[in-house]
């Protein structure tokens, strides 16, 4: 296994274009984990999945975004009509519920620059 | 609601000094505890945990934190800090919910 993936490391795109990053987990974990981290700041939870069911949404997250894991492996996330004050690393993290304490792999994010 | 709270956005150190970290927590409820790392252009890394038991705790790379309930505190330390330590370290808590909420992260600058 080789840890979390996150596709692609880098996304420059215009504003209000749509842009989508995927997310590969852990192959065992079934919770999956969106944050999303501006310079200077911490981690942002954005939304969570526990198997294919969207368990918890940021109010961060707003309408133009949405993520979706259909088949409890693989995760994406969409902006639509992006704006600056998305440029953001978007990070991916998953982990084992029946590990019990809440044990977070990330990814090494994907950086998104909307000009 | 939870909250982490770490007090110092950077720290510079000299080369083999200690060094400590420091970092609150607010929760409602009984709390796991994380230190992560972040090496520039890389993904957050787990440093330890606190989940229960002993209230000092040991990570990678020679690090250790210490719980305090009464202080609500997990303060990170090392006691010589090298140069490959400099990085972005980011206290972490998750409660009764199932979401891990971070502090605005420390960064720490060794100096040679």
């Known amino acids: 296994d080789t840890g979390v993936s996150q596709d692609p490391r880098h996304k420059i795109t215009k504003r209000g274009q749509n842009v989508t990053f995927r997310c590969d987990p852990i192959?065992?974990?079934?919770?999956l984990y969106w944050y999303r981290q501006t310079l200077g700041q911490g981690p942002e939870f954005l939304t969570y999945?526990?198997?294919?069911?969207?368990?918890?949404k940021s109010r961060l997250l707003s309408d133009r975004f949405s993520a979706e894991r259909p088949k409890g492996s693989f995760s994406t996330l969409e902006i639509q009509r992006t704006e600056q004050g998305d440029s953001a690393m978007y990070l991916c993290?998953?982990?084992?519920?029946?590990?019990?304490?809440?044990?977070?792999?990330f990814g090494a994010g994907s950086r998104l620059t909307v000009l | 609601a939870q909250s982490v709270t770490q007090l110092d956005s950077q720290v510079p150190v000299f080369e083999e000094a200690p060094v400590e970290l420091r970092c609150n927590y607010s929760s409602s409820v009984s709390v796991y505890l994380f230190w992560y790392v972040q090496y520039p252009n890389q993904g957050l890394q787990l440093l330890l945990k606190?989940?229960?038991?002993?209230?000092l705790v040991k990570g990678i790379n020679g690090f250790e934190a210490e719980f305090n309930k009464s202080q609500t505190s997990f303060h990170l330390r090392k006691p010589s800090v090298h140069i490959s330590d400099t990085a972005e370290y980011f206290c972490a808590l998750t409660g009764g919910y199932q979401k891990v909420t971070f502090g605005t992260g420390t960064k720490l600058q060794v100096i040679p």
């Open positions: 192959s065992e974990h079934n919770r």
């Open positions: 993290a998953s982990s084992l519920s029946a590990s019990g304490a809440n044990v977070l792999t």
């Open positions: 606190y989940l229960s038991g002993s209230t």
């Open positions: 999945f526990q198997n294919e069911a969207q368990l918890e």
